[in-house]
């Protein structure tokens, strides 16, 4: 089974940018498509972005497009997503997911 660890949340303030990272422990990495999800609070988990295994195709939530970039290095086991004008909206936990499995999470708070 596939192990996600993500990595780079924090506090940032509106306008902000954050580079969300996801290490993946499987061998196979490169056969799986990815995703980032996120979490507000009192709110369902949503897709925000995902990849294709071989990074040739993108899509976004409308409430991210222009903003946000996921993008993956398959040598490297690791999966990106990109921050960028981050607005309060954004404060969510973040997920990565693929390969059947969830990331721990991690937090990103967008507040002045």
């Known amino acids: 089974q596939v192990q996600l660890v993500e990595s780079g949340g924090g506090l940032v303030q509106p306008g902000g940018s954050l580079r969300l990272s996801c290490a993946a422990s499987?061998?196979?990495?490169?056969?799986?498509?990815m995703s980032w999800y996120r979490q507000a609070p009192g709110k369902e988990r949503e897709l925000v972005a995902r990849?294709?295994?071989?990074?040739?195709?993108?899509n976004y939530a409308d409430s991210v497009k222009g903003r946000f970039t996921i993008s993956r290095d398959n040598a490297k086991k690791m999966v990106y997503l990109e921050m960028n004008s981050l607005k309060p909206e954004d404060t969510a936990v973040y997920y990565c997911?693929?390969?059947?499995?969830w990331g721990q999470g991690t937090q990103v708070t967008v507040s002045s």
């Open positions: 997911k693929g390969g059947g499995s």
């Open positions: 499987e061998f196979s990495f490169s056969y799986y498509g």
């Open positions: 990849i294709t295994s071989t990074g040739s195709s993108t």
